[in-house]
């Protein structure tokens, strides 16, 4: 289940690669509680809970790119 700190990881991971890919995009646009409700919804839609931390960055990192994620 998506959770306040797997948000907090993606907007961390994004201000640390502001200047990689689209990363600025998240860190620009998105807030705690957006990217928690992302997440949420993604749960939701897949029925695929998000356990690690590293799951919730790469779906971001798959949304920012135009890729679909692998969760």
Not at 16 to 29: K, L, R
């Amino acid at each position: 289940m998506a959770s306040m700190a797997m948000a907090k990881a993606v907007l961390e991971h994004a201000h640390q690669f502001y200047d990689v890919d689209n990363w600025y995009v998240v860190a620009e646009c998105w807030d705690d509680w957006s990217v928690l409700e992302e997440l949420d919804q993604h749960e939701e839609k897949t029925q695929v809970p998000f356990t690690l931390e590293v799951a919730a960055i790469a779906h971001f990192g798959a949304l920012i790119g135009g890729r679909r994620a692998v969760t």
